[in-house]
Structure formats: structure tokens, C-alpha cells
């Protein structure tokens, strides 16, 4: 079985700080992790992904995650929050070699004017 | 640009109406699944085929069947709705193989049983 936690319900951060939204997975074998961001009545938009390789993945927006597989974590980052990036945001794992993927709960960020 | 459209954003329907939520997608994937999203419950799947014709049961099928005629066209059905059914649906694609391990997700259908 594959599951994400998502500890933290919501995230206020003021403009311009830097951010984390934290994310912890289990899975069996090598895994496959993803951010996606929901805007207001919208569906999912894809982030960034970690398959191999350097544990820092950078993707859209200016957001990173950082992989740590003794932590088995993937949390989200960014060095300088805007209003614009408030949103739902939602981690999700996935086994290599298995279709389906698992997401968290999501955590609500709010970047605060 | 590759899209995952959703037939409907809004809909209303009654209490035990049969109800189809229709998915298409243009990037001629394998893989299309249906989640539901609920407030504090996240995304639970509902339903995911992996090929024409071929279905399997997610997380939470009770209530819901599917139809998968084609490649690029994905339903869910509510056989009768009840109140309980009331939520967001999420329809997404995936390939299988290759560099992009992640889903194509439709902007939602949001479904409310009165």
C-alpha cells in the first residue's frame, strides 16, 4: 500500500518569505512524487515531479521540492512567496512499475499582502 | 497545448437520477481515472482504466460504474444519485512508459444532488 501525509492543513506565510509545505510518503519500492497546485474551482495543475536522480527538483513557478529518502519526505519550497501562489496544494506518490497514484489531503496556503 | 475536458463544470441533478460525467483527453493515453474531491478527504479514486473496455475499482466505487468504448473517452455514471454523491470529480490521464510519470487533470466537475 502507498500513502501521503500532509501534516499541516493550512500555511500562512506573509509576501516575500520563504516557504515550505511539508509532505511525507510511504510506498513500496522506488518512488515517484509530485506536487500539484488547485486554484479556486479549478482541476489540478502539475508542479514538479522527483523519478531519479538530484534530490532538488526545481519546476513551475519558481517552486522546489527536496527529496529525502531517509526522512521520506518531498517537501515544497520557494524562496520568495507571492499572493498569486495562494492555493490548494496537493502531494501525491506513485511505485515505479504501478499505475495509480495516492495524494495527500492537501494543504491550503495562504501568502498574506 | 494537450487538454483532459470535462463535459460539464456545474451540474445539478435529483436524487435518484442516473448521471453521466463525460472525460475526453487528446494525447492519446493508456491510462484515465476518476477521483471525487471532498473538503478535509482529499482525492479518492473512484474508478481507472488502464485500455479500452478495461475498468478497475479505486478506492470508493460503490455507487458509480464506468464506460470506456474508446481510448480517449472516459465516463463515470451514478446509476442513481443520492446527496451523498455530491462533490467535486476530477477526471485525469496518464501515459504509460516514457519520461512523464504524472497526470493531466480536467478543470472539474462539480455535481450537486438536491
Known amino acids: 500500500a502507498q500513502s501521503v501525509a500532509q501534516p499541516e492543513d493550512q500555511v500562512n506565510v506573509a509576501e516575500g518569505n520563504p516557504l515550505t509545505v511539508k509532505c511525507t510518503y510511504s510506498?513500496?519500492?522506488?518512488?515517484?512524487l509530485f506536487w500539484y497546485v488547485q486554484y479556486p474551482n479549478r482541476g489540478l495543475q502539475f508542479l514538479l515531479k522527483y523519478i531519479t536522480g538530484d534530490n532538488l527538483v526545481k519546476g513551475s513557478y519558481g517552486f522546489e521540492a527536496e527529496f529525502n529518502k531517509s526522512q521520506t519526505s518531498f517537501h515544497l519550497k520557494k524562496p520568495s512567496a507571492l499572493v498569486s501562489d495562494s492555493a490548494l496544494y496537493f502531494c501525491?506518490?506513485?511505485?515505479?512499475?504501478?499505475?495509480?497514484?495516492?495524494f495527500g489531503i492537501g494543504t491550503k496556503l495562504q501568502v498574506i499582502p | 497545448d494537450v487538454k483532459v475536458t470535462q463535459s460539464s463544470r456545474y451540474l445539478v441533478k435529483r436524487t435518484g437520477e442516473k448521471v453521466f460525467l463525460e472525460c475526453v483527453q487528446d494525447?492519446?493515453?493508456?491510462?484515465m481515472f476518476w477521483y471525487r474531491q471532498d473538503p478535509g478527504l482529499g482525492l479518492r479514486l473512484i474508478y481507472f482504466s488502464y485500455d479500452v473496455k478495461m475498468k478497475e475499482k479505486g478506492d470508493i466505487p460503490e455507487g458509480y460504474s464506468v464506460s470506456r468504448e474508446k481510448k480517449e473517452r472516459f465516463s463515470l455514471i451514478l446509476e442513481s444519485a443520492s446527496t451523498n454523491q455530491t462533490s467535486m470529480y476530477l477526471c485525469a490521464s496518464s501515459v504509460t512508459g516514457g519520461t512523464n510519470y504524472g497526470y493531466t487533470f480536467g478543470s472539474g466537475t462539480r455535481l450537486t444532488v438536491v
Open positions: 494525447m492519446d493515453h493508456e491510462n
Open positions: 510506498v513500496s519500492g522506488n518512488p515517484y
Open positions: 501525491a506518490v506513485r511505485a515505479a512499475g504501478y499505475q495509480k497514484v495516492t
